[in-house]
């Protein structure tokens, strides 16, 4: 049987939701020949592949290279999942947003800095004016809220795509 | 209040009310749970944030069960595909106006606001956030006003006029700009009237009034403390 | 003046307010409503005392109210003795002393004579002013009075709103005196259930119910209210009626006062009218001491008083739960009903509130009678509603007709239609609550039940006219702007709901929403409606939902094609001339680029933007012209002239095959992509020209033996040169594109084998087929011509039997040629068309030139017959003269038979109508067509329903315009490219030019330029080209009358 093409992308997040994903426990080993991890901050990819049936995004969209990558992904994804509140409402990346980013970037870079103060230029993609859910900017198929989701709540949705099932939109799921 | 007996049908089942009850306390009464957000049982309701919306035969429109009088023979569907729509929807509004971040709230896991989000199957909404700059006043010794978690739905505003009687609290400015103001736009802090009872945090279904101090998921209110006293209150009067 | 307590006094005060009505002097009076003040009656009232004055004629001076007519302010009546009042229109201060001279010679001012009333109906009294000057119309007679009904406001413009007495002398509260005196309030509500009155304010409860609740309900204290808080943009009929007459209210709200019981009256007013609170409380305090107000009125003991609460002029404060919050001191913040204010209102006492035009209906209804009412109006909304008739239309002013009557009457009779020979698209009505209604639905009837089954509302009875100048996303958009700001922010629906709707709508007039955003809209307007807690939320979606449901379109246009065709949304239209141009040239940018001297840049940037500027710059209908900004100083720049001096000099020159070379050059890699164009007409051209730049092989079939279409075979010789046409085609040709001409497709090659051989195949074989008009009566004798086979047939030097007459039958541009191509054929010509010249479809100047060739037209004919002679030959044609009657779904009168038959000899009759589709061809392929018996396609991608085939043209319009048809082709370009690639490859295709972005300093004096003009006696005889091109220093003078309004703020910063 041909494996499911599984990805996990992190935005601006904590990665907390990452850990909620390892934290399945047993659940993993049965899962584990199934699918494939094709891409993301648990596997050694550098590119994000073509056909990818299921992607986990974990984060808000927060610079302009988020941007990028979740358009490309979108492209490239079957099924795209907004995994936990970052990516789901913003949250806390989100709380920066009524704070201008020069001012923001100011504040952390420059007067919150001991030493090298400085906001830093090369190799760090610009701030978008705020950061907001993915699903402003593409199509989300599933979301599921939480800081982070339940561990069973994630298992649940890649069984369910794996068994053929349409992914339950109506799920008992509670922000935050 | 008038004590004649009437009979109503909720969701097909007969119930007993007395002309002069809304239909959400013949729903109550008649252990019929119909959801709600700014009514608190007890005090003046105000059909403002319009989640107790019913359907009632005969009647095209949906109807606020907190302010609808019951009347002889009304046949009342509380939960229907039209009804749920709606209460998303308003649920939705409320999530994307001001800042909920559940993650780092006080009230988290204990806040109407996201139980009615979870019982409505509200994962996300299908409307841009709102992500408005808002103040957090912090004059008050014992208590924090976030405006970033405020519905509006002045449960505040009625129990400090109604039960404490100091009307400290009231609304400000109109539309999208509406904001909760102690006294004339004051901070809470500087306000002669404000008793410290703390009615105002209990009542509070969100993290908007809170204790100083609370952690996150600290904050549990006590609003059926504050709904008995009311009623205790209605009783005497 | 003490009280008046008895009938004797009560005739004296109004004998007295007669006697200055009616003096035996001359009277003149001034309209110093808002409206005329506003236009300087102030001025003009003081001109008119100093005149006085210094002259010491003996003349009664009375400022008035006004009398409707707001578009020929400042209205001043004057009336001698026995004489008619005459109404004088656009008064200014000059007129002053003239106008006074003439009264004391006994005369009034012919060139100001607006109309004369010989009597006037005051329902509650009546005034004959005496007969004479029938020269001048009657008030009736005046289209924009035509039908009107004036009950509410009888009074208006008549007497003078701070004299009491003035009021008195027109049967001023005579109601009032007999209801105290009959003393039976019950019968008085009888009599106003009878008259089935209903709320005025807008919701249109009927009022005798209303007050009966009242009169039942026990209570110390009652409260009478009137609501004249008016909010909506647009209507301002309320400020009027309170400024040209208070009194009526008063009385109103005296009987309602008494009727129902209650003990004070309250007007709730907003602060905003000065003007109208001025006038209150001097008629409240007159009203006093006259005896109208305060204790023991009319010695009935009844008591009453009325006082007046300013508002700070919220919207909201409109709906009556928060106007009763606003009254006692708190935010005007509506609470829900039940308890209504019938049970429970002010101060939680019984309280019943009424819009100001509600009260002023009552009096007349004592008066006259409940009978009498329901004669006026419709079975189900009884009396009249006053209008205020706003925005895109030529007469302004407040309007007061019987309910029922059609908006159409309202739009196009009394308003005079469109201004400036614009089309009229919509009208809201009801204000920001109300709905914007589609033109072709103006049959509807203006009554409480039809508006509100199209989606809008009576409301308080604004009527906003818009026309194509009006973005409807936009209109939606600004209302919702309006309400948003208003919501009181109580209930969500209103308060969050509104918000987001607002940013929706933010988007897609900046071009940044997404299809699902007008689902997203609509539901959410939906459940704003249903869930709000007041009216104000309740019907704030109305514009939205009805803009959606009757101009899609439009949003459609915003998000898909990201346009704004009428120019109002910034981000989605470059200036009024790009966004009315078919091709979307970018015109400023050729001006610009010319004027810099820089003739090459400006040739490639008109090149890319349409690759046939000599034919376009010689016959298009060049709608850019008619939204010039040029035209508000003079006239249009002729921007048509200016392209095709940039085209010619260039195509037509020793440069061709250089410049040539460089559009070559800048095709594309090749893609490899195999297209077929069926049909070389103006579409086909120009969606080769563009899919070969964009590096596709393109074939293009044809049955003819040359490219061109109609440009080359039905578009005479003296208007578009062949030898330009073929320089054109040469280019396109050169860019790569082939021709299989005498190749006819359905016969010679199949629609299957084009689908095997070809990626994409685009159709465009026009409207070659002559359509029904062949079956009129006669038309299989000899001499009668379709007008394409007659044109085509004379462009292949085909001899073409006229005879000595001929008659055209049509009024579009084929006609016009047809009758100018027989003219040089030796023929007399007369045209013949079923409506007027205005309405005609074909260019002004042709139809122009056509009559100064000697065209003849009869107009408002059709063809009824026609008569051949023995042989068989056309000897005469009977035409049926029409009328204009009702206006249809266009806007324009339909032409109806008045049974005249007129007969025409002539030798020989060309039908310029009905041509239309070869439906078989495209049948047979199993592509779908639309009703019309065109070929259905998606309008952004011009898809049809089968795979692989577009169609663009006058095969999906219907025989239209050569811009129109290259507009087509140049879209399918584009689309079928992005298919094809998967990417949109256009703009990076087009050339992009740096030009000078800075507004020009001064504007040019220069007047329009003009090309010469053969003379007509000259031309009638010759095939030359009639119309010669600019020379280059008038180009140059064209580009800088260019006011340059393709640049905004972002750019000037």
Same mark, same amino acid.
């Given at each position: ?32 020949? $199934? =699918? ?5 901050? %648990? +596997?050694?990819?550098? #590119? ?5 049936? /299921? ?16 358009? $490309? =992904? ?5 099924? %795209? +999942?907004?995994?936990? #509140? ?5 949250? /806390? ?25 400085? +906001? ?36 649940? +949705? ?19 | ?237 | ?1053």
């Amino acid at each position: 049987m041909k494996k499911l093409k599984v990805a996990t992308v992190w935005l601006d997040g904590c990665s907390g939701c990452h850990m909620s994903l390892l934290d399945m426990d047993a659940a993993v080993i049965s899962l584990a020949s $199934k =699918i494939e991890l094709v891409y993301g901050p %648990l +596997v050694d990819a550098q #590119d994000f592949p073509e056909g990818v049936d /299921v992607t986990l995004v974990e984060g808000a969209v927060s610079s302009q290279d988020d941007l990028n990558k979740i358009q $490309k =992904i979108r492209q490239r994804t079957a099924i %795209l +999942v907004s995994m936990g #509140d970052c990516a789901v409402t913003g949250n /806390v990346p989100a709380m920066r947003n009524g704070i201008p980013v020069q001012r923001l970037l100011q504040r952390v870079y420059v007067e919150g800095a001991i030493e090298g103060k400085g +906001v830093p230029t090369d190799g760090v993609p610009a701030l978008l004016k705020q950061a907001r859910p993915v699903r402003e900017f593409v199509k989300v198929d599933l979301c599921l809220p939480g800081c982070p989701p339940p561990a069973k709540t994630i298992s649940g +949705v890649i069984a369910a795509v794996l068994d053929g099932r349409k992914p339950d939109t109506n799920l008992t799921v509670k922000f935050g | 209040m008038s004590q004649k007996k009437i009979s109503i049908r909720i969701d097909g089942a007969l119930v007993d009310a007395r002309e002069g009850q809304t239909i959400l306390q013949a729903a109550r009464e008649g252990g019929k749970t119909i959801p709600t957000l700014c009514d608190l049982d007890g005090i003046t309701p105000v059909g403002g944030c319009r989640i107790c919306m019913v359907e009632v035969e005969g009647i095209d429109r949906a109807l606020p069960a907190c302010t609808s009088p019951v009347q002889e023979g009304m046949s009342v569907k509380t939960t229907t595909p039209r009804l749920t729509q709606h209460r998303r929807l308003t649920v939705e509004l409320l999530l994307v106006e001001r800042n909920h971040i559940c993650a780092v709230c006080v009230s988290n896991g204990h806040c109407e606001l996201q139980t009615m989000a979870t019982n409505l199957g509200v994962s996300t909404v299908r409307l841009a956030y709102n992500f408005p700059k808002l103040e957090t006043d912090l004059s008050h010794p014992k208590y924090v006003l976030d405006h970033n978690r405020c519905i509006l739905c002045t449960r505040c505003v009625r129990v400090c006029a109604e039960l404490e009687g100091a009307h400290v609290w009231n609304l400000f400015s109109r539309g999208i700009n509406t904001r909760l103001t102690a006294d004339l736009n004051g901070k809470w802090g500087d306000s002669k009237g404000c008793t410290g009872c703390g009615k105002c945090v209990q009542a509070c279904p969100t993290g908007a009034l809170s204790e100083k101090g609370r952690a996150v998921e600290e904050m549990v209110k006590q609003n059926e403390r504050i709904s008995a006293l009311a009623q205790r209150r209605g009783a005497e009067a | 003046m003490a009280r008046i307590q008895d009938i004797a006094a009560f005739n004296a005060a109004r004998e007295t307010g007669l006697e200055k009505l009616m003096p035996t002097v001359p009277r003149i009076t001034v309209g110093m409503g808002t409206c005329g003040r506003g236009n300087g009656a102030e001025g003009l009232y003081h001109a008119f005392a100093a005149g006085i004055d210094r002259s010491g004629i003996d003349v009664v001076l009375a400022a008035v109210g006004c009398f409707g007519s707001c578009y020929c302010e400042p209205i001043v009546s004057v009336r001698l003795p026995n004489h008619p009042l005459v109404m004088l229109r656009k008064v200014g201060a000059n007129d002053a002393g003239r106008i006074l001279q003439d009264l004391a010679t006994g005369n009034i001012t012919p060139e100001l004579v607006f109309c004369r009333i010989e009597e006037w109906d005051h329902i509650t009294g009546h005034l004959r002013y005496g007969n004479g000057y029938p020269e001048v119309p009657l008030w009736s007679e005046v289209p924009f009075f035509k039908g009107q009904r004036k009950l509410v406001l009888r009074n208006c413009g008549f007497i003078n709103p701070d004299d009491i007495e003035e009021y008195f002398g027109i049967g001023g509260y005579q109601a009032l005196y007999k209801v105290l005196i009959d003393g039976r309030p019950e019968t008085v509500i009888e009599q106003l259930k009878a008259s089935k009155l209903r709320g005025r304010g807008g919701a249109g409860y009927l009022t005798g119910n209303k007050w009966e609740f009242m009169a039942k309900a026990k209570a110390d204290s009652k409260y009478v209210i009137c609501n004249a808080d008016e909010g909506d943009p647009g209507a301002y009929m309320n400020r009027n009626e309170i400024e040209s007459d208070p009194h009526s209210l008063l009385e109103g709200m005296i009987i309602g006062g008494y009727v129902t019981g209650a003990t004070e009256g309250i007007i709730y007013i907003r602060a905003e009218y000065p003007l109208a609170v001025r006038k209150l409380r001097r008629a409240i305090d007159q009203a006093r001491e006259y005896g109208m107000l305060g204790e023991n009125i009319f010695g009935r003991g009844f008591n009453f008083n009325i006082s007046i609460v300013e508002g700070a002029g919220a919207f909201v404060c409109g709906e009556e739960t928060a106007l009763i919050a606003s009254l006692e001191g708190h935010a005007g913040r509506p609470r829900p009903r039940p308890p209504f204010p019938a049970q429970k209102g002010l101060a939680g006492k019984p309280t019943n509130i009424n819009n100001v035009e509600t009260w002023y209906n009552v009096a007349p209804i004592v008066t006259r009678g409940a009978t009498w009412f329901t004669e006026i109006g419709s079975a189900k909304s009884s009396g009249t509603k006053v209008i205020s008739l706003v925005g895109k239309v030529q007469n302004t002013g407040l309007v007061e007709m019987p309910l029922g009557t059609p908006l159409k009457t309202y739009i196009y009779d009394v308003g005079g239609g469109g201004v400036d020979g614009r089309q009229v698209k919509s009208v809201q009505t009801g204000g920001p609550s109300g709905g914007c209604i589609p033109q072709d639905m103006f049959e509807t009837p203006v009554d409480y039940e039809s508006l509100a089954q199209l989606g809008s509302i009576m409301g308080s009875g604004g009527m906003v006219v818009m026309d194509e100048d009006n973005c409807m996303v936009d209109v939606a958009r600004y209302f919702i702007e309006f309400t948003h700001s208003e919501s009181c922010g109580k209930c969500v629906p209103c308060r969050v709901g509104l918000n987001k709707s607002l940013r929706i709508l933010n988007r897609m007039t900046e071009g940044a929403a997404t299809p699902h955003h007008i689902e997203l809209l609509d539901d959410l307007s939906r459940y704003i409606r249903e869930c709000s807690l007041c009216g104000l939320g309740q019907s704030a979606p109305n514009p939205v939902l009805t803009t959606l449901r009757h101009f899609k379109n439009e949003f459609e246009d915003h998000i898909v094609a990201r346009r704004c065709q009428a120019g109002v949304c910034e981000e989605l239209a470059l200036s009024p001339c790009e966004n009315s141009c078919p091709l979307h040239m970018d015109i400023p940018r050729y001006l610009q680029l010319y004027k810099e001297g820089r003739h090459d840049d400006a040739f490639m940037a008109v090149i890319m933007d349409n690759p046939m500027p000599s034919t376009t710059g010689r016959v298009c209908q060049h709608p850019c012209e008619s939204r010039c900004r040029r035209k508000t100083l003079d006239e249009p720049v002729n921007m048509r002239e200016v392209h095709r001096f940039i085209g010619d000099t260039m195509l037509m020159s020793d440069r061709f095959d250089e410049v040539a070379a460089r559009v070559v050059a800048r095709k594309l890699e090749p893609t490899g992509r195999k297209i077929a164009i069926v049909g070389a007409g103006p579409a086909g051209l120009s969606a080769a020209f563009y899919l070969s730049i964009l590096g596709h092989e393109v074939s293009v079939y044809d049955d003819k033996s040359e490219p061109g279409g109609m440009l080359a075979f039905a578009l005479p010789e003296y208007r578009l040169p062949k030898s330009a046409l073929r320089r054109e085609i040469e280019l396109i040709e050169r860019v790569g594109v082939k021709f299989i001409l005498n190749t006819r497709v359905g016969a010679d090659v199949s629609l299957n084998e084009l689908d095997d051989r070809f990626d994409a195949i685009f159709l465009s074989f026009g409207t070659w087929k002559e359509g029904a008009p062949l079956r009129e009566p006669g038309t299989d004798l000899k001499g009668v011509y379709p007008a394409l086979h007659f044109l085509s047939a004379v462009a292949r030097g085909e001899i073409v039997e006229l005879g000595r007459r001929v008659a055209v039958i049509g009024g579009g541009n084929a006609a016009i040629d047809s009758a100018r191509t027989a003219i040089r054929r030796g023929a007399e010509a007369t045209v013949i068309y079923r409506r007027e010249r205005k309405d005609m479809p074909a260019i002004a100047e042709e139809t122009h030139a056509a009559k100064e060739e000697g065209a003849k037209f009869n107009f408002l004919a059709t063809p009824h017959r026609i008569i051949g002679d023995d042989q068989g030959r056309v000897k005469a044609i009977e035409v049926a003269k029409t009328r204009l009657g009702e206006f249809d779904a266009s806007g324009r009168r339909k032409p109806v038979p008045t049974g005249e038959i007129q007969r025409i000899d002539c030798d020989s009759v060309i039908f310029a109508i009905g041509e239309s589709v070869d439906v078989e061809l495209a049948q047979s392929a199993g592509i779908k067509l639309s009703r019309s018996g065109t070929i259905e396609v998606n309008r952004y991608t011009l898809a049809s329903s089968r795979a692989k085939f577009y169609a663009g043209g006058d095969v999906v319009t219907g025989a239209s315009n050569v811009s129109g048809a290259m507009s087509y082709g140049k879209l399918a370009a584009r689309s079928i490219d992005r298919q094809l690639m998967e990417s949109d490859r256009w703009k990076g295709a087009m050339p992009d030019f740096q030009f000078d972005m800075t507004p020009p300093e001064s504007q040019s004096e220069s007047r329009r330029h003009r090309g010469r003009e053969l003379d007509a006696s000259l031309r009638a005889k010759s095939e030359d080209e009639v119309v010669a091109m600019l020379s280059h220093d008038e180009t140059l003078d064209e580009c800088e009358r260019c006011l340059r309004c393709d640049l905004t703020v972002a750019n000037a910063t």
